[in-house]
Structures are given as structure tokens and as C-alpha cells.
């Protein structure tokens, strides 16, 4: 990265030295010189001409990727890779619905991996081993043979309310029980891909991401998907680039006969339902082509809605423009559209505050069956700023408080759950028109 150019007498942020320094030394550091950009910067006065131009805008730019790559450098040294959790006997038993003395029966017969033994007498389990052990004691959840993935889009085109956070910590929790999961960010933004550790302006060529499905130059995502450091769940990042499918999409539409720009996901997912169990989808803050592809190739949807006035009414937009796009692409073609579910998950729930109470009832009054019996509550779990790198399932419950780190794990826990049982349905649906039922 390169340092940046400004008057000498300011201080900057050199971040390619920063990098090869120990992470202590590193931190310090980039502390002490963003102290020093912070002084410099309240003690002298704004001048009274202050406009901006592109160029100063593009400096900014890269002051910002500087200080979130120094930043990464810090928080996932010492090779800036995310690292996936290792989990207790107890863990891996609650995960399978073992007793522990079941656990223990298991491990003796040797039929499954053993873990690591630590400090000479605790077991500890790797993510790919837990899996391992997901797969085989929950047998009875896995993906039936003759069925296929079924495919989840996080959406609300309100900006901020946890759809991110609800697709990455939904497609960790499924992993964990034993499920493979495709995860395809359809942001532009990339926050997905970056919760995964890859940046997406670093680490995602644009050929990494689902644009050469929209230019046509690809029918199908298999070229696109890369693992990342969680075992048992892949990706398709996203980077800025994506933003021109928002051209090349209507531009297709216009030029080629018989193209289907809605479609161009639903098809491109083809081969990936016959290989994973889940494909989930994040979008974007907005009712995007990219979106719309995204809604109109899953089979279930869910809709994180923090319940304040704002976001309930806006929601109620969002359904409102959904229903004129579908009955306008699908539906008035003699196809219909239908999701196996539709859930609305109340997210970033205050429980000090009076309003939020009111304006669930709102919501459940609005949405009725649709609405999760469960909450996410606002945690300051994510107030860390090294958490938002991760979720709940990439926290050590060391490092915070515990009761807060169990509320929200518990409440994630639940709406895997949930998702899980409706996700078996949705299988169940599969093989019955099959089988002619
Ligand atoms: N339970 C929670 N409590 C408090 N903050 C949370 C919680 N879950 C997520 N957040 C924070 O809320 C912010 C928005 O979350 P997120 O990026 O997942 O939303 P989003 O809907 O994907 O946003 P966008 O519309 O920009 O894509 C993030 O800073 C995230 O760390
Ligand atoms: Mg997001």
C-alpha cells in the first residue's frame, strides 16, 4: 500500500512499514500516529475555504485502505488469515445432542476424531473434527440424496440492519451442525467477503466475484467459488466492481432476445444445488438487479428487522416494491413465484428501550407468523471494534463479558435452529413433487 502523499508538516500513516513490525509494536504505533493525526487535526482550524476536490476525495480513499489494512495487520496477525474456533467435549456434544458420558462411550470406540489432548487432559476439536462429528450423530438432518441445496437471501433494503451479520453467523451455525454452505455476497459493498477475512479491494480479483455471470461471459458460479477459513463453508466474494452489474444487467436485457435478467443467479446456482446444503445470499441495502436476482433464486427468505419505527416502515415498502417487480417479471409470464419461507428475524433488539416493545408489536402485528420466536438482542459484543472482523461464533467468550456473549450466542443458536427445521421441510417438499406427491 502506498504511503500518502500530503504536506510535510502533516503526519501520516505509513502502514507498509507498520506491517512488518510485531503486532504490539504495530499497534502502538498506529496508535500513536493516529493520535497524532487526531491532535494535528483539532488544533488547527479549519480554513474558512474548505471545499473538496475529487483529488482530496481519492486521498481519502486511500488513508481509509491504508488504516483498515494496518488495522487487519493487527487484529488477524501474524498472517493477517482468519482462524477458525476449536471447540471443548462439551461444545461438540451440544452440538450433536450428545450427554457427555455418550461423547465419552464414542470417543473410546475410536469410530470419530479424538481431538487434541490438552494440557494432558482436556480434549479440544478442530472445526473440520467437530464436523466430522456433526455429520455422523445428526445423520438424520443432513441433505437426503435425491435433494438439493436450499438456497436463503438475507434482504431488507434498509441499510444497517444486520443482514450481513445474520448471513455470515447463519451459515457458521449450519456449518457447525454439520451442514456444507455456499455463501455468495451479492453486496458490492463486500462486507461478507470481509467478515470472512478477505478485503475485497486486497484479496478479490474481479473475476472472483459473480460479474462475469452478469456479463454472460459465464453460465455458471463454480469459477467464482473459493474456501475460505472456515471448513465446510465456501465463498463467492464480492469487491466495488460488482456495482456494474447494475449496467450490464439492463443492458442485455435490452440487446439480447429471450434473456431473463432476474434469472441470471437462479441459473448460475444450478450445479452448486447439487454440491452444497445451503446457499445463502447477502444483498444489499437496496431492491438492486443484483438483489432481485437474489430474492428471486432462493427458496426461503429472511428479513433481520431491528424493531424501530423507521425500519418497520420501511419494510413495508420493501414488500411493496418486491410485489411489483415479481408480478411484473415472474408472474405475468404464467410462472409464479413462491418461497418455501418467509421469516422476518427481529434483530439488534434494546431491551432499555420503551419504543422497541411497541413497535414489535407493530411488527408481529404486521408480519404475524412470519416473525422468529426469537430475538437478537443489541449486544455490545460487536461494540469491540476486532469484533466486527467476526461473529458471535468467532468471539473467544473469554475476552468479553460472559452473560452478554451468551445472550446473543443463544439467541443465534435458536434461529439456526428454526432455519434448520425449515430448511428439512423444504427438502421434504423437494422429494414429495418427485415423487409425484
Ligand atoms: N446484535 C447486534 N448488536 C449490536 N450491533 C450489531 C448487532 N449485530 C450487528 N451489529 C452491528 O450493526 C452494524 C450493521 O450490521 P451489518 O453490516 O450486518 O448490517 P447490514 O444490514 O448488512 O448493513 P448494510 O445494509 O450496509 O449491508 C455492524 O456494525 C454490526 O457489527
Ligand atoms: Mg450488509
Known amino acids: 500500500m502506498d504511503n500518502f ?12 512499514t507498520l506491517s512488518f513490525l510485531s503486532k504490539k509494536t504495530h499497534n502502538t504505533l498506529l496508535q500513536q500516529k ?6 494535528y487535526h483539532m488544533t488547527n482550524k479549519r480554513k474558512l475555504d474548505s471545499r473538496v476536490t475529487l483529488e482530496d476525495l481519492i486521498l481519502a480513499s486511500n488513508r481509509v485502505s491504508a488504516v483498515i489494512e494496518s488495522v487487519r495487520g493487527t487484529m488477524l496477525a501474524p498472517d493477517a488469515r482468519k482462524r477458525p474456533p476449536s471447540f471443548t467435549t462439551n461444545q461438540v456434544a451440544a452440538i450433536c445432542g450428545l450427554e457427555k458420558a455418550q461423547m465419552d462411550y464414542r470417543i473410546k470406540k475410536g469410530e470419530l476424531p479424538v481431538g487434541n489432548m490438552e494440557s494432558g487432559f482436556r480434549r479440544r476439536f478442530s ?6 462429528w456433526a455429520q455422523t450423530e445428526r445423520h438424520k438432518y443432513m441433505r437426503p440424496k435425491d435433494a438439493e441445496a436450499i438456497t436463503i437471501a438475507i434482504a431488507n ?9 445474520t448471513a455470515v453467523t447463519l451459515a457458521q451455525g449450519l456449518s457447525l451442525r454439520g451442514h456444507k454452505v455456499l455463501v455468495i455476497d451479492t453486496d458490492p459493498q463486500g462486507s461478507m467477503t470481509t467478515l470472512f477475512g478477505l ?3 486486497v484479496d478479490v480479483t474481479d473475476e472472483q466475484t459473480i460479474l462475469s455471470l452478469c456479463y454472460g461471459s459465464e453460465l455458471s458460479i463454480d469459477y467464482a467459488i473459493t474456501p475460505t477459513y472456515w471448513s465446510g463453508i465456501d ?7 460488482l456495482y ?3 449496467f450490464a444487467l439492463p443492458s442485455r436485457q435490452k440487446s439480447e432476445s429471450n434473456f431473463e435478467f432476474w434469472n441470471v443467479l437462479n441459473h448460475g446456482i444450478d450445479t452448486a444445488r447439487t454440491i452444497y446444503d445451503v446457499i445463502i445470499l447477502d444483498t444489499s441495502p437496496s431492491l438492486s438487479y443484483l438483489t432481485i436476482n437474489a430474492l428471486l433464486a432462493s427458496d426461503g427468505l429472511i428479513m433481520p428487522l431491528p424493531p424501530s419505527t423507521l425500519d418497520f416502515t420501511s419494510s413495508g415498502q420493501f414488500w411493496n416494491l418486491f410485489n411489483d417487480l415479481a408480478a411484473n417479471l415472474v408472474t405475468n409470464r ?3 413465484k413462491s418461497f418455501d419461507f418467509v421469516d422476518v428475524l427481529l434483530a439488534r433488539v434494546d431491551s432499555n428501550d420503551a419504543s422497541s416493545s411497541v413497535v414489535r408489536e407493530w411488527i408481529t402485528a404486521g408480519y404475524a407468523n412470519m416473525v422468529l420466536p426469537v430475538e437478537i438482542p443489541k449486544t455490545a459484543l460487536t461494540a469491540s471494534a476486532s469484533a466486527e472482523f467476526g461473529t458471535v461464533y468467532d468471539t473467544d467468550p473469554s475476552t468479553i463479558n460472559a452473560r452478554t456473549y451468551r445472550r446473543a450466542f443463544d439467541a443465534y443458536e435458536r434461529v439456526v435452529e428454526l432455519v434448520e427445521e425449515q430448511i428439512l421441510t423444504a427438502w421434504k417438499r423437494q422429494r414429495g413433487e418427485q415423487h409425484g406427491a
Not at 5 to 16: D, F
Not at 127 to 132: A, F, G, I, S, V
Open 334 to 336: 404464467g410462472k409464479s
Open 199 to 201: 478485503l475485497p479491494d
Open 244 to 246: 456494474s452489474a447494475e
Open 127 to 132: 472445526l473440520e473434527e467437530t464436523r466430522t
Open 34 to 39: 493516529a493520535a497524532s493525526i487526531w491532535k
Open 235 to 241: 465463498i463467492v466474494p464480492a469487491n466495488l466492481a
Open 157 to 165: 433494503f434498509k441499510g444497517g440492519v444486520t443482514k450481513t451479520t
Open 5 to 16: 502523499k500530503e504536506s510535510p508538516e502533516k503526519p501520516v500513516l505509513q502502514s507498509k
